[in-house]
């Protein structure tokens, strides 16, 4: 019961420690803005599908939601927990009588605010700055927020399995990110799903991320973009899909490498 | 002292890595209220030992009990009733001094007064300056403030003043003491072993991961290496020792002898450092044989 009642208190502390972070919030929160000004500014035109004709701020601004919720999961907490691990931070807490539980509901806990904040603010410049016009369907909005929660949950089980794979805290951002990066490529979120070479499609398919990109292209585009899509329809139900498979693998990864205390044999 | 139950009790303790045997037939118990110091060379098994006592390692054989408590089983609630200052220092971290130690102060049932600790580890003027801002000594510190803000019953101190300078080392002597003086259990391993005489009550001196000897800080090496030195300058300009249990007899024949102040004469007892380098020369000569 303490272990919930101390969560509050741990949430404040991480998203303290988070917004502390220079480096963290320039790569893992703002990242999304800026590639969104960057495609905004460089790529003029419109993109267009089954005779509906969009702003390209539209056309990459669900990419980069998807992005958002990625890096706030996998890179945050992947980066975040194998320097806590490499520098003694998370021998310290062991020490000392907080549970884990406590601990991993304030990692929760930072995720979910931080990437809240970072989706909200990704949504007003794009609509303020890009005249992006957002979705006034509550189904869309519905299916956002599921697409949202389900894919934040299980990137950040997977950062946390992933934080196991880093060999010491300063070598953390050097493993992490270029495997982030490398899926943000094959996924969707730069490049066009649709202009990806048909090899390439499939690799993503197999990561959590261009299911939320597909899932998010749903929410914020056009209904005749489906057209666009592999097997020509939104496919919501394979999105989910994916989507827990993730989140179970993520867990039982987790499990697996996870230590709160780390007793040699 | 004898109706109390110890504070720490190991009983055989025996901790192997594959083939090398770290601490081999280790046994000792502290009281309660008791400063005790672990001393030994590097790679003793001085650090696997407290670690097993804080819950870190598992041992391979042997009892042990903390605060009643199996270390290897023991829960949150017995976690709270101890303090942890590890040998390694981290790097530092966003939070300031004050907020480090509040939020850290809420996961123990009756922790000190943020303030009164912040004082007594001699950092007042650093309270709101973020952690990673500070130099070594002033993160050590705080460290030892995190170690002490749950009110531990018993506090583990794993060489806590290196490279601390000589004034930051007496601040520190002093802050151990007050806390000594409160009743709290203190397990030290340090090896600068003036500061083992100065704060300890007993020491056990560990090499090659067996126990050489154990007692009291007047006591360890037995009566015969207490025996004084007397040193002097002969006439011929030769420098002599002689070990002697009557040196003030051995004064007054030089300075007949010699007529008037002998040159260079002092007279010392062995310190600690000079008991504990013999054992550990006589047991790595026993080691050679």
């Given at each position: 019961m303490s272990a919930l009642s101390h969560a509050p208190a741990r949430i404040a502390y991480e998203v303290r420690g988070y917004v502390r972070q220079g480096d963290t919030m320039l790569f893992t929160f703002l990242f999304p803005v800026i590639f969104l000004v960057l495609f905004s500014s460089i790529f003029a035109g419109e993109a267009d599908a089954g005779g509906t004709s969009i702003p390209m701020a539209t056309y990459f601004l669900p990419g980069l939601v998807a992005a958002g919720v990625l890096l706030s999961g996998v890179q945050n907490l992947a980066i975040e927990i194998a320097m806590e691990k490499g520098d003694g931070r998370l021998k310290r807490l062991g020490g000392t009588p907080m549970s884990p539980v406590t601990y991993f509901l304030g990692k929760f806990g930072q995720v979910l605010v931080t990437a809240v904040a970072q989706v909200t603010l990704l949504l007003l410049v794009a609509t303020l700055v890009f005249g992006v016009e957002l979705?006034?369907?509550?189904?869309?909005?519905?299916?956002?927020?599921?697409?949202?929660?389900?894919?934040?949950?299980?990137?950040?089980?997977?950062?946390?399995?992933?934080?196991?794979?880093?060999?010491?805290?300063?070598?953390?951002?050097?493993?992490?990110?270029?495997?982030?990066?490398?899926?943000?490529?094959?996924?969707?979120?730069?490049?066009?799903?649709?202009?990806?070479?048909?090899?390439?499609?499939?690799?993503?398919?197999?990561?959590?991320?261009?299911?939320?990109?597909?899932?998010?292209?749903?929410?914020?585009?056009?209904?005749?973009?489906?057209?666009?899509?592999?097997?020509?329809?939104?496919?919501?139900?394979?999105?989910?899909?994916?989507?827990?498979?993730?989140?179970?693998?993520?867990?039982?990864?987790?499990?697996?490498?996870f230590r709160w205390i780390r007793r040699d044999a | 002292?004898?109706?109390?139950?110890?504070?720490?009790?190991?009983?055989?303790?025996?901790?192997?890595?594959?083939?090398?045997?770290?601490?081999?037939?280790?046994?000792?118990?502290?009281?309660?209220?008791?400063?005790?110091?672990?001393?030994?060379?590097?790679?003793?098994?001085?650090?696997?030992?407290?670690?097993?006592?804080?819950?870190?390692?598992?041992?391979?054989?042997?009892?042990?009990?903390?605060?009643?408590?199996?270390?290897?089983?023991?829960?949150?609630?017995?976690?709270?009733?101890?303090?942890?200052?590890?040998?390694?220092?981290?790097?530092?971290?966003?939070?300031?001094?004050?907020?480090?130690?509040?939020?850290?102060?809420?996961?123990?049932?009756?922790?000190?007064?943020?303030?009164?600790?912040i004082a007594a580890v001699g950092l007042e003027s650093k309270a709101d300056t973020r952690i990673g801002r500070l130099s070594g000594g002033q993160r050590r510190r705080v460290d030892v403030a995190l170690g002490v803000i749950g009110r531990p019953e018993l506090l583990f101190l794993d060489e806590p003043t290196t490279g601390f300078d000589p004034q930051a080392r007496r601040e520190f002597w002093d802050l151990i003491r007050s806390l000594a003086g409160e009743g709290t259990t203190i397990l030290l391993t340090t090896?600068?072993?003036?500061?083992?005489?100065?704060?300890?009550?007993?020491?056990?001196?560990?090499?090659?991961?067996?126990?050489?000897?154990?007692?009291?800080?007047?006591?360890?090496?037995?009566?015969?290496?207490?025996?004084?030195?007397?040193?002097?300058?002969?006439?011929?300009?030769?420098?002599?020792?002689?070990?002697?249990?009557?040196?003030?007899?051995?004064?007054?024949?030089?300075?007949?002898?010699?007529?008037?102040?002998?040159?260079?004469?002092?007279?010392?007892?062995?310190?600690?450092?000079?008991?504990?380098?013999?054992l550990v020369a006589a047991a790595t000569t026993e080691v050679v044989r």
């Open positions: 979705p006034t369907d509550p189904a869309r909005w519905l299916t956002f927020a599921w697409v949202f929660l389900l894919g934040l949950a299980a990137c950040s089980l997977v950062g946390i399995a992933l934080s196991a794979v880093p060999r010491s805290g300063r070598s953390a951002s050097a493993v992490v990110i270029p495997v982030v990066t490398v899926l943000q490529f094959i996924s969707g979120v730069y490049v066009a799903d649709f202009q990806l070479p048909d090899g390439v499609r499939t690799v993503g398919a197999l990561f959590p991320l261009a299911w939320m990109a597909r899932g998010m292209r749903s929410v914020f585009l056009p209904d005749s973009f489906h057209v666009l899509e592999r097997g020509g329809t939104w496919g919501l139900g394979q999105v989910a899909l994916a989507l827990v498979v993730w989140l179970v693998v993520g867990a039982v990864l987790s499990r697996l490498t | 002292m004898a109706s109390t139950p110890p504070a720490v009790v190991v009983d055989g303790l025996r901790k192997s890595y594959g083939d090398v045997t770290a601490v081999e037939e280790l046994s000792f118990e502290i009281h309660p209220g008791e400063t005790f110091a672990l001393l030994g060379p590097n790679g003793a098994g001085k650090s696997t030992t407290i670690e097993i006592l804080e819950g870190y390692r598992r041992r391979t054989g042997g009892t042990v009990s903390v605060l009643g408590t199996d270390p290897g089983t023991g829960g949150l609630d017995w976690r709270a009733r101890l303090g942890i200052v590890l040998q390694d220092l981290p790097e530092g971290g966003v939070f300031t001094v004050r907020e480090q130690l509040t939020h850290t102060a809420r996961y123990y049932p009756r922790p000190r007064s943020v303030d009164e600790v090896h600068y072993l003036d500061e083992a005489e100065q704060l300890a009550d007993r020491v056990g001196v560990i090499i090659g991961g067996r126990l050489a000897d154990i007692g009291g800080v007047e006591e360890i090496g037995g009566v015969t290496s207490r025996v004084p030195v007397v040193r002097w300058r002969e006439d011929d300009g030769e420098l002599r020792t002689r070990r002697t249990p009557t040196p003030a007899a051995l004064v007054a024949e030089l300075s007949t002898r010699l007529g008037g102040e002998p040159q260079e004469l002092a007279v010392t007892r062995p310190t600690l450092e000079d008991v504990y380098l013999d």
